[in-house]
């Protein structure tokens, strides 16, 4: 896998979808040393299960092990820390990582417990988790969802569980921007598998997932965020941090330079029935045999169009659907299958930014 791949997978088995990542990556040309110690970082922000859309999702993690040990790797660490106020050890039962840890023999660290290197780089100060810092391959696994303070999480944010409380605290007085992006040039992550399988709409701590049915990967955390960002209809000039941290080196924002490569097609039209804020803005949709990740990426769009006052001016349902490839009708489509309409947006899937730039075309 070279540093500008991203690899992307669709599906409902968060197991085989992982499987599929891990073997296009091909793990063993990336960690030559069997007895690589090798850090597992997933979001575990909140003791809340995945299904909520805050939290990775524990099937993901455990066909990690289950890959990585079936090459011979055995030197496995899963650290995580919850955030302030909340609890770890909590969120770890929640997710059966106990049992996980058990049945497979690895190591399952809580960063609040562990010891701290001292690092004060750029007037940031951080106590970085010392068995994180020093692990010889970081994998980081986060969920590309919404975030009340920095606009979106991904790769980049989620290293935030790696350091101290206090840290984190300090991160928060500083602003979260310039401290995120000096936290991955001290430690940044050497692969990135990206839980998209159903983030939270626009917060941290989950309640209103969106459903994609997705998963990607990558080597560059600031691709990874930039194409997460194109992914949820973000511009990355709204999200500072990303550039910050391209400022610094870790990564190049540059996404026309991206190696894309879907390893299969989406072609899933079974989506949850929305709930919340997701059930407010499909109300704004005619969806006839959806896949989740076009449908998924239409509701971020219009919870971005909404975010900039304008979804109030939307007066036309927006098309999506298999159902729509013999239709011919007028009005807006988003993605390949409503081409027969009067005016829609090509893709398969199309991205949310590129969906909100249709619709803002068509207010």
Known sequence: MERNDIFVVYGHNEREMTELLLKRIGIESLIVDKNTSIVLKPNLVVARPPEEGATTHPNIIEATIIHLQSLGYRNITIAESAWVGDSTDRAFKVHGYYEMAKRYGIKLLDVKDDQYVEINKSGVPIQFSKTVYE?????NLPVLKGHCQTTMTCALKNLKGCISDRSKRQFHSLGLNKPIAVLNSVRCA??????????????????N????????????????????????????????????????????????????????????????????????????????????????NLIHALARLEEKGSLRRLNKTIHIGQGYKQTAFEGLGVGICTRQGSAFVPGCPPKALDILRFLEEHL
């Not at 330079?257 to 997701?278: C, F, H, M, Q, Y």
């Open 135 to 139: 692990c010889g391959f970081l994998i």
């Open 190 to 207: 050497d692969l990135v598998i990206v839980d998209s399988l159903n983030g939270d709409l626009d917060f941290e701590e989950g309640g």
């Open 209 to 296: 997932p969106v459903q994609t049915n997705r998963m990607f990967a990558g080597r560059d955390s600031v691709l990874v965020d930039t194409f997460g960002a194109d992914l949820m209809g973000f511009e990355v000039r709204h999200i500072p941090y990303i550039s910050l941290a391209e400022s610094l080196t870790v990564g190049s924002t540059d996404i026309s330079k991206a190696n894309i490569v879907e390893l299969n097609n989406d072609r899933l039209s079974e989506t949850a029935k929305p709930t919340g804020k997701v059930r407010q803005l499909a109300k704004y949709t005619d969806a006839r045999s959806a896949c989740s990740a076009c449908y998924g």
